[in-house]
Nanobody, 119 residues
Framework: VQLQASGGGLVQAGGSLRLSCAASGRTFSRYNMGWFRQAPREEREFVGAIRRSGGYAYFSDSVNGRFTISRDNAKNTVYLQMNSLKTEDTAVYYC?????????????WGQGTLVTVSS
């Protein structure tokens, strides 16, 4: 499956941004989807994931309560809604897909989209 993330940009602290990840190539609904981010000079960090049905999502402590994930299987797209953004949320955000739930390494990755949160 091919993944294309979009929606990044510059936003002020306290603001909101929604990222999208469009999938193509294989049946999107077969895959659990994850979001990750990587800040400059930092290791890649898990943000959250959503089950293939969309019925359950799981988040890291750092974003829990501020970020939500949803998906539209008819549109082959998963979304990351980011609210109450903080400067420390600045990173390149990546979407990933895997048939397994919360694998140690996702099978498919999209290119990143940069989110910059200004103070």
């Amino acid at each position: 499956v091919q993944l294309q993330a979009s929606g990044g940009g510059l936003v002020q602290a306290g603001g909101s941004l929604r990222l999208s990840c469009a999938a193509s190539g294989r049946t999107f609904s077969r895959y659990n989807m994850g979001w990750f981010r990587q800040a400059p000079r930092e290791e890649r960090e898990f943000v959250g994931a959503i089950r293939r049905s969309g019925g359950y999502a799981y988040f890291s402590d750092s974003v829990n309560g501020r970020f939500t994930i949803s998906r539209d299987n008819a549109k082959n797209t998963v979304y990351l809604q980011m609210n109450s953004l903080k400067t420390e949320d600045t990173a390149v955000y990546y979407c990933a897909a895997d048939s397994r739930w919360l694998p140690s390494e996702y099978a498919y990755w999209g290119q990143g989209t940069l989110v910059t949160v200004s103070s």
